[in-house]
Every structure is written in C-alpha cells, then in structure tokens.
C-alpha cells in the first residue's frame, strides 16, 4: 500500500539503509510543515522552499544540506517582442539528508519523472544514497542549460544572417532582446558554481567520496554552459555595435544613390530653364536645330553626371 | 512611566537580562553626547552617526559593533529630468552593544516601527538580544532594495517598449538618467553584502550562534538585489546602443523616403521644362495630341521611378 | 630661539618624550642632505622626496616610513579646451620615525597650515606622536579630494543639464576633457588605499593601537572618493553615448523637417512647370478661370502633403 | 608481430620499465571498453573521452591522469560568410599513467605523428616517461595555437588596411565573424592554463620531477597565445567603432558634396525662371544684351558659390 | 689582455669575489653553447635565449635566474599608417648566478652601455655583485617605458587637439592605429609586474637584502608605467566615441546648412515657375508694376525663410 512519509521514514531507520525521496509541487505552508517538523528541516530553508524567487545556493544547516537550483526551458517564439520571453525560469529547491530527500519544485517544466527513471534504471547509484539523488538532479538541470545555450545559439545564428543580409530589416530590438534573455539565463546559471565546487570538494559527509567526482563532472559541464553564455553576451555587444555600422553603412549607399539622382535631373531642368526665357534676342531659339541639340546636350550632360558618379562608386 | 535612558540601562544591568533599545532621528552633537557617554560609545562612531554620509560599512569598537546602512525609497516620476531623483537614499545607523542598540536615522523614509512590531510579536526572537533587531534591520532594509528594484525594473521594462514602439519618441536622456540612479542604487547596495557576511560568518560575539543563519539569509537577498542592479546597468548599456540603431535606422527610412518623392517628382518638372523652351522649331508643340502625350509621359516615368523604388525597398 | 633641526631633535632625544615636525617645499638636494643625515632616512626615499613624480605609496626603511601622497586642488574652467586642467595636483611626502616628521611639499596647494593648527588644538592627538601628524595630513588631504569630486560631480550636472537642453550645443569635447580629468583624479586617488589600509592594520609600530582606528576612518573616506570616480567614469562613457543619440536624433528631425518642405514646394513647382509649356494645344490656358483654379489646386496640395507630413510626424 | 594492448602493457610490466603508448580516433564505446578495463580508467573519463565535446581539463583519477586538450586549425576563406569558419577545433584526450598514454583523438587535424617522430629521435625524453609524452602532445597543441594566432593577425591586418584604405567597401559583417571566431578560440586556449600550471607545480608523482619544467615552459607560450587573443579582442571592438566612425565622415563628404553640387545649380534655374516669366513689362528682356548678361550672371553665381563651397571645405 | 669567458669565470672563482659580466647581441645556437656548458645553464633558457620572442618573465633554474625583458623604443612618425610602428621592440635577458651575469640582447635599440657606466661610477653598487646588475638592467629599460609613454602622451594629446579643433579631417585610423601600438606596450608592460615584485620579496638568495628596495622602486616606477598605458587604453576609446560624436554633429551642422540654402532658392523657384504659365488671362502680368512686385515678393520670401532658420540655428 502507500506510506505517509512519517511510515516511510520510519521504516527506513529501523531497517538502517536506504532512504526516502518525496517529491512537492509548489506546496503551501501547511502541506510542507508536517514533513519539516518529521524531518527537522530549519525554518529559514523552508520558508525559502515556499516562497520561491530564490538564488541557486547551497546551505548547510546541521545533518541536512539545502539547494536551490533554477530550471530553465527555452521557449520558441515566431518574432520577440518586449513581452516575450525566451528563457521561461522555474526553481528546484532539495533537503537531502542522511536518509531522505525533499524536491520541491516551482514553475511548470521542472519534472523530475527522468532522473527518478534513470537512478531506478542504475542500482548501484542509488546504493549511494541521497546523495546521488541530489547528483541526479544537478546533471539534469545542468543538461537543460547546454540545450537551451543551444536553442540560444541557433537563434543568435538567425539573428546575425538576418543582420548581414543584403537588405532586410535589421532590428536592434532582437538584439536587445535577446541580449536580456542572456542576461537572465547568466543569474539562473553562475551562481550555480560554487555550490558544485563544494559538493566536489567534500563539503559535507552527506556526499560520500565516490560521487564526488560526478559533482566535479557536473561542475565541468557548467563551466562550458558559463563560458558561452558569457561570449553570447560579448557578441551580442559587437553585434549591435556590428549593426549600426551596417545600417549607417546602407544609409550612405542609399542617400548617395538618391541625391546623386536629383543631381543628374536637375542639370536638363536648369537648361531647359535657360531656353524657356522670354529674351527677344535669343539666337539659338530661331535656329532650327536649336531644339534637338540642346536635347543632344541635356543627354550628354546627364551622361557625364553618370559616368562621374560611377566612377565616384555613387551609382 | 517613561525611562530616561540611564535608568533604562540602569535597570537592564540590574536585572542581567534584556536590553534597552534607544531610536533616535537625525541628532544633533548636543543630543547624542550623553548617550555616548552612557554607552560608551567611541568618538569616531558618535561622529559618523551625527554627520551622516557615511557608507555602508561594519565596525567594531571593544565590546561594541557600529553599523552604518543605506536606506532606499522609489521617488514616482512623471517624466525624468535632470534633477529629479527616482532613488531617494537616507541612511541607518546602529550601535549594538551587549545590553542595548541604538538607532539613528537620517532622511524621511528610515521609519523602523515595522521593525520594532514584527520583533515585538516573537518573543523568541527578541530573547535572541540585540543582534536580533540589528537583523531586523538589516532584513528590512534589504526588502525595501528589492522593493526598489522591482519598481526600476518596471520603469526600464517601460523605456524598452517606448524605445521600441513603431513612432514615439525616444528618449536618450531617460536611459541616461535612469543609468545614473542605478549606479547611485548600487553605491548603496553592493558596500552592504562584506558587513553582512562578517556578520554571519561570526565576527563578534555580539551576534550569537543563532541569528548568523539569518544574516546569511539576508546576504542571500542582498546578493540577489546586487545581481539584479549588475544586470540593470549592462542592460541600460546596450539600450543606450540599441536606441541609437533605431533611431539611425529610422533616419534612413524617413530621409530616404522623402528624398525618393522629390526625386519622382522632379522627373515630370524636367520634361515640362523641356516644352517650355521658347524654340521656333518644336515640331511636338504644335501637335494637337502633344499635350496630353506629354501629361501621360510624365505620369508613366513618374509610375516606373515609384515602381522602382518600391522594389529597392525605398518607398 | 629657533631651533635648528639638529638642535631640535637632539633636545627631544634628550627629554625623552616629543617629536620634531620640520616642513619642507620643493627642497633640492643639498637643502634635503643635511635633514637626511640627521634623521638616518633612506637614499632611495630622499630621492623620491626630491624628484616628485611619484605615486601614492608607503615604505618602510628600518624604522622609519616613507608616504607619498598626491593633492589635488579643483581649477574651476569657464570653458575646457583640450589645454585646460581641472585638476591639478601636487605632491605630498612624509617620513615618521619615532621622534620625528619631516614632511616635502611639491606644487603650490598643499599647505598643511590647517593641519597643524587643528593639531595644536587638540593635545590628546598630539601626544600620540608623529602617527598623528601623518593622520592628521592623510586626513585633510582626503577631505580635499573630497571636495574636488563634489566639484566635479557639479560639472558633470552642469554638462548632463546641457546635452538634455533642447537646443544648445552638445559638446562631446567638454564630455572627453572631464573623462581625463577624472582619470587623472583617480590615478592619484586609487592607490592611496593600500597604505592607508596598512596603517589600519597594524602595518608598523610607529602606528599606535589608538591611532589606527583613526586611518580606518580615513580609508572609509577613501572609499566613498573612490566609489563617487568611479561612477563618475561610468556616468561620462554613457553621457558620450546618450550625446551621440541626441544629436542622430535632433538630425533626424532636422534634416526631415527641411527635406519635407523642400517636398512640399516641389510640388507647385511642377505643376507651374506643365503650364509653362509651350503646346499650340493647351485647352486650360485658354480657359478664363484656368489661373486661378490653377493656383487652388498648387495651394491644395501643399495643403494635402502638409497634413500628410504632420500626421508622419515629419514636420 | 603486432602487439595487442593486453601483451604490450603485459610486456612492460614484466620487464618493470618502459610504457606503452595506444592511440584512437574517435573511438566508439565498444572499442575503449577493453582498453579502459586494462588500464581501469574511470568511468567518466572514459565517458568524457568517447563523446568528446568537452572543454580543455585536467582530472586525476587515483593513479590515472585525464587531460582534454583543444585542437585548432586555421581554416583560410577567400570572403568571410556567416557559415564560414576560421577556426576549425578538434580534441585531443590523454589518459596517462605509470607505465602507459593513451590518447584519443576527435576531429580531423589532430595528428600526433610528428610527436611520436619528434619524440623517437630523443631517447632521453622517452626516458621520462609518460609524462615526457604528454608533454609532447601539450607542446605540440600550444604551438598549433601560435600558428594560428599568427594567421589570425594576419587577417586582422588585411582587414584594417580594407577598413583604413581610401574607398573600399567597409564591411562590419567581416569584423564581427573575426570577433566570432576570436571568442571561439580563446573558449580553446584559456581553459588550458590552469592544467597546464598544476603540471608544472607538481600536482601528480607521474610527471616527475625535469618534466614540470619543461610544462612552464609550455604554459609560458600558452600565456603568450593568451594575451595575443586578448589583444585582438579589444582590437576589434575598437576597430567596428572606427569603422562607424569612417563611415560616418565618408557619409558627410559624400553628401555634403552632392548636396552642394544640387545647390550650385538650383541657382541659375532660380534666375532661368525669373526670365522665363510671362510678364509684359519686363525691360531686361527687350534688352538686346539681355540673353547673354544672364548667362554671364549665371555663370558667376555658380563661381561664387563653388568657391563659397570650397572655402568650407564642402567640395 | 683579453679574458675568455672561461678564464674569466676561473679567476673569478680563484678569488671568491667579483662577479664576470658577458655581454652577448643576438647569438646563434654554437656561441650561446659553449657559453652554457661553462655556466651550466638549463636548455630551456638557453633555447629561449636564442629564438627571442619571449614575453617577459623571471624563471629560476637550480642557482641560475633567468629572466627575460621587453626593450621598447619610440619611433616618430609624420603620419600613421597601417604600416607604421610607433613602439619598436626588442628583446633583454639576463641569466643571473652567483659569480656572473650573461646578457643576450635581440633588436637594435637595447644598448647595455650606460647601464655598465653607471655601474662602474658606483662601486658600492658593484660590491652587491650579479643582483645589481640586474637591478641596474631593469631600472634602465623601466626608465626607457617611462620615456616612451611621455612620446605617447604627446602623440594622444595632438591627437586630442586634432579631433577638437574646428575644421581639421578628424581621422578614426589614427587613434585606432595609437590604440593598437598602446596595447603592444601593455604586453610589454604588464607582465614585468609580477618578476619585480617577486626579486624584491626574496624570491631567490642570489638578490641579497640591500638589493631588494631597489627592486621595489624599480616596481614601483613600472607600475606608474602600467597606470598611464591603462589610462592610454580608456582615453582612446573614449576619444574614437567622442570623434564619432563630433563627425555626426558637424554632419548634422553642414546638411541642415546646405539644405535649409536649397529649400531658400526653392521658393523664387517656385514664384517664378508660376508667372512662367502660358494662360491667356493671368492679370498680374498684363500690370506694369507686375514684374517688379513679383521680385521683391521672391526677395521678401527668401529674408522672412532666412531669419526662420537663424532663429532655429540651422543657418
């Protein structure tokens, strides 16, 4: 049949090995209350547990570790626009102990059904108690940060094809955008760091010696999402810098190309305007070639206006 | 009756138990001498405490600790100008000592009487001593930053849309303006998160075993807010950039726009300019249909350079 | 009498107690010789005290100290060409030993007149030695660097309050010019920290207990100083940004503004033009009321194109 | 015969000296399962070592050293294009113990044949040991890096002089994908330095004593590869500034000089309308100089204003 | 009569005093061989010895310092070109033993005369052996850095004055060009840092105590070196930021200029165009003061449109 948790627990201390995970989605005070009272849980983790909006940190409050870590899902989105939102966080908060884990999740996409598969599908991990569970997790959040750097990627390739193409509309606004994105995907990620170095490095008895190497494998993964998360940013700024320059670029060629047009039509104009004076004594206007040569002249006139800015690479 | 406040000290030290809690709101010299002298309190302190402007900062004189923090309101503003202010700072001084802590306040919105109800209603927190209402405090104080930080995050989200709305005008001086009460923001906040530390991490006995977990929890905030300023000013940073691309971009859209018209429309004043010429011989005036052929000509080459343009993208 | 140098330290040594204060400006080498003889300071220290062009620094030679300071003094420019100095600083140096200062002066405003006197009216200070007359300097020379930074942050309100003005002329050079004034301020003012820290902690034994809690204040001084150029930094790199953007922008509306009218009378312009043709066949001409329905139709669309352009926001 | 790994590492345990060297090419799972029982390599390591992806390491598993190296190589492109890269990477693994190396190599051009030869032709390196070998490979890494350094100053070069020269098309696309593919390399070099210092400072008894010198000496190029990646970083933001800035002047002359050509000839137009109006008292017309003084008016408008125009510097 | 090295070195040590000094100017492989053997040095200095190209650095083999110096020389240019080189650099080491110095020198400009004058006019300094000659070494190219950032301050402030001055071509490429030699310098520069700091606090026996201060000034200078470049590097990138703020508002000045002159001459244009329609009734030019009237109603126009723009300052 079911256990409550105060059975479950129970029977794992008579017994004297293994140990309990029970697994909360956005509990309310009272519903976590009871588990923290049978399990000691200090009053300032399980305020942080209920209220959310934390920081990823590691906290030891006697036999229990507490951890925060951020979730983070990509969100597809046709176009950004200032509401829109590409990193969608949530929050996985744990108390492991000597004999028990406590998940407690926040926001919708932090499911934990594949980390529970994959440590039932490896007896001799979960030999190694709480701890592994907590390793399990770690690995599979950090694993959604490599495919949402990922995600993040592809759209900055869409953005810098769309910046150096011929002539689309470049947007400053995708830039800043996405920039912002990077901005928050950079708090959930960092400060996740030091917590894994210190599971690394033996922090607490919780972590027995053997999975301390898997921290350590998980703190490496991190560092390689910390590092392109952190050249994001970097060519994001060289992109917008990178962008105006394109754009004051485009602004020169057309201008030119525009003025240097009025320029040619208004060298025909202004003769034409000569020939239309009233004067009495006009020679050319009673010579009855006068009329096509002056056309003659205006063609020519243009020509050489076009052949100079051409070579002026205006045209 | 109302104690003087050596009677109050007098009786606590009598009684070996409690503490005396004395609040005082910008003092003069003459105010706070007797204090000092009763407590003891070291020269430097005393004056740091009188004249204000201090930075955030931790000392410990002997037996007793001295800690200076910055208080933050967010100011509502209708439109920025240079000298209105968003982040109206004040500041926090506390002697903590054994048996008392004294409190001064500088500027309006310093008010501790939330601080002074939420202790008086856990008891088990005031028996912790004076280091609980230094917590207090400094747990207040932090909450107004996050406070802060959410009303500013509000007026950037609303910069970004009017910077990216399709016409409005953008606005460089309040980027600029918001950028300058972040970095005074961050003047208040980031000198806090060392005093906070130290208090955790046991740096007197003052602060007993107890209430350093919960110092450690208001780092944890601090540092949230600290994140938060940090990513405030970067975003600002590229705003500024991003405003620039668009109003560049937009500059060339308007110019090219306008320039494009004239261009159209100088091709048909050029060709009436021809049949304005005053030559004898112009066999096209004296056609009967030369007049609306010409019309029609000039409407067709003012079609083509329209057509034309919308192809480029000018139009 | 007056004593000479020799005569008075060797009157101290005698009594026991005291110390000898002599104050030197601008001493060339020979003047210095004698001094250094006397007092066994170090040939290398000498050397810095004769040359200037040091930067702030402390040393320790045996048992005497050695520190540079740099003053400063804010020069108040009606307007800043690239020749002009906001801040001009001279140099401060001071060798402690037991039972003496002697301190050299470079460059014209850096009296120590104040300095003394504050000391001969406060004998407790006094009476701690030589430490109190370095505290005593350290002291006034930042509180002048102090006062240069609030005359700097009142130049930079006074710049902001011109870029944001509607209609004045933006100077990027009065923005450039400030940026290397504070550059230079910050070159004198960061690395007066460590000594100053040093001094704190208990670096040498020249400095008494009492005394270092006094360099403590000063460093937090330091501090603010510091804080304020460095935002002063940041403040000038975005004020040359945001000037950049208002000035694209105010082209913008200008060169729209103009162009749209020279649209705008084009128009009239051509229609002028296809009268002015010289067709044997133009029913119009003939036409009684041809002009004046003529000059309706070139008044209209102005008209039309005016509203037009307005309701572009062009005009 | 051929030896397999089994009989080798057999072989060299036997005779107590010597070491066997085992290198792959991106080995499948099947493939490394033997060799890592042989050896008992970690897990992770092994894990590391098959799906390559990994940044540059250094791990130390019980008596077993795994190290993850970076390899570059410089990719020459006619013109750069988003889809292009300079930089193309591959990796190169080392398991190194007492009496073997094994490497595994990722990616195309991460030979070690002239590592091996380089190796064979100083028998008192090979006396060193493995470590002699891994230093080899880490020499041999580090030195590809300066090669392409090189090759990338190069390009820098021929840049700048495209940016800087009279009327080439600038293209901040080409600055960027520089910028792009700098940030990718540094992602390879930098991580190394922190392996490459432990080596050197002893951190394991497999790299004896002569040979961590012989690291410093590696790590000291590194640093060299370091500081010229850092440079082209900065060179290249400077230089899209610079190249907005070029622009930016070109765009002025450009138009002011059309602009001012448009003007020089709207002035005799002006004075052409002026006499092509039909009034009927208009003397100069009547004039039988009329024609040619207008000319001549003309044409001396158009003079001054061309030398109003060159005196500005507009032409 | 002339010693050879070995002899040299022999009598050196017959005497057990004195030092020998071999100064060497690019040596090849066989004269730096014999030269090793007799003074044992390690292969790995000797081999940087020889190919040069070594960022600087102090390395400590067995009793044998080596260190190795960046020399740097200013060199003049009219202007600046993708080509040109404004810092010139070459090359020093030293290897430092008990009983001699070996100098190796690469590039022109690295002269060793002066430092041995100075040597050799101070016999007490002698007397410290192998470690003041080193000092002496590291004193002088430090000093030739201060020399050549006092070049490079002029050079920046003509640039400054440039950029600022009313009319002159304010060119991108020369600041960036400064920028790219500055951070030449810094690679130079900085990585002194660290050898000197470490030779003044003891790092080796073969620096006596007496020689230590001098290293610390030697440092010291270095670091008013290393604060200047910083200030270099800040300067100019705020300068290429300021030019381009300067080149959009001078752009801004000129188009409104030309334009607003365009939009002027437009409106007689126009005027004209109107009297020059072939309607049989138009009564203003059958009136005889029709012509004249019309002229000044073009001058009248053309004033009221001029003093429009003065007062919007776009004339």
Known sequence: GRWTHEEAVAEVRRRGSGFVWIGLHEPNEDQINGIAETFDLHELAVEDAVHAHQRPKLERYDDTLFMVLKTVRYVA????????EIVESGELMAFVGRDFVITVRHGRHAGLARVRRQLEETPEQISLGPAA???????????????????IQDDIDKIEAEVFALRTKVSAEQIYLMKREVLELRRAVMPLAKPLQRLAEGYTPIVPE??????RDVDDHLTTVSERVASFDELLTTLVDATLAKITLQQNTDMRKISAWVAIISTPTMIAGIYGMNFEVMPETDWAFGYPVTLLVMLISCLVLFKTFRRNRWL
Chains 1, 2, 3, 4, 5 share one sequence.
Do not use: C, P, W
């Open 77 to 84: 989105n046709k176009t950004l626009t200032t509401n829109s």
């Open 210 to 215: 053997q999975v301390r190497s898997y921290f």
């Open 133 to 151: 569970v907590l390793h399990g997790i770690a690995d599979h959040v950090v694993d959604t940060y490599l495919d949402v750097t990922e995600a």
